[in-house]
């Protein structure tokens, strides 16, 4: 089983429309969780970090279930911008400081 | 400012070759990681870099893969004896600490073994 896992997508979202995502993970002891965006060969960038009790950043809401182990991410009246791939990040500090990374879920936002 | 940079940004190597891939990291990180993205895939943990010594190879595949930050700067990834499945992505990130920072992502080298 991989740590991080995540839809591969892609979710087809009419402009406008909302769209919600999750990604599980399997180490329960994971202290940080974030999700970035990765545009079409481009390096990934971060989106938004995901605290416990959930937080939203403008059109975009991310929830955090520790007792599940999932995130999720969701975006409110999708533009056409907002076609990317979302990668779902997991640090545990115990695990050395790296990133792992989800496979990532595509979203493309269509007039 | 300057973002990470990555040299070079393509680079295509016959099987059994030597290839080094160089990051220059955001002036004043201190930490500096390279992982790896396969077409389809999230980014892979290789190795990461606090100062100059390496804190964490755990990732890297096999001793054919091997990475150095002499001066605690710029980080040079070496791949020897290159295989067909080498051929990757490689993305250098760095941060101004430890892995709680963000990490800010270079363009990437576009590895093809061929």
């Known amino acids: 089983r991989k740590e991080v896992e995540q839809d591969p997508g892609p979710f087809n979202v009419p402009e406008g429309a909302t769209v919600a995502f999750n990604c599980t993970y399997s180490?329960?002891?994971?202290?940080?969780f974030f999700w970035y965006r990765q545009d079409c060969r481009k390096e990934p960038k971060l989106l938004m970090s995901?605290?416990?009790s959930g937080n939203e950043d403008g059109r975009f809401t991310a929830q955090l279930n520790r007792a599940s182990q999932y995130i999720s991410l969701l975006i409110r009246d999708s533009k056409l911008s907002d076609s990317a791939t979302y990668l779902c990040?997991?640090?545990?500090?115990?695990?050395?400081?790296?990133?792992?990374f989800g496979g990532g879920t595509r979203v493309l936002v269509k007039p | 400012g300057a973002g990470v940079s990555q040299t070079p940004s393509n680079k295509v190597t016959e099987k059994g070759k030597y290839v080094e891939l160089r990051c220059d990291p955001i002036?004043?990180?201190?930490?500096l990681y390279w992982y790896r993205q396969s077409l389809g895939q999230g980014p892979e943990f290789l190795i990461y870099?606090?100062?100059?010594?390496?804190?964490?190879d755990s990732g890297l595949p096999n001793d054919r893969f091997f990475a150095v930050r002499p001066e605690g700067s710029v980080s040079t990834l070496k791949i020897q004896r290159t295989e067909r499945g080498d051929s990757a992505v490689y993305l250098c990130?760095?941060?101004?600490?430890?892995?709680?920072?963000?990490?800010?992502f270079g363009p990437g080298t576009r590895l093809t073994v061929t």
């Open positions: 990040v997991v640090w545990d500090k115990a695990a050395g400081n790296k990133l792992t």
């Open positions: 002036s004043g990180h201190t930490a």
């Open positions: 180490n329960s002891a994971s202290q940080s």
């Open positions: 995901v605290y416990s």
């Open positions: 990130a760095s941060s101004p600490g430890q892995g709680r920072d963000e990490q800010y």
């Open positions: 870099f606090q100062g100059t010594g390496a804190a964490d």
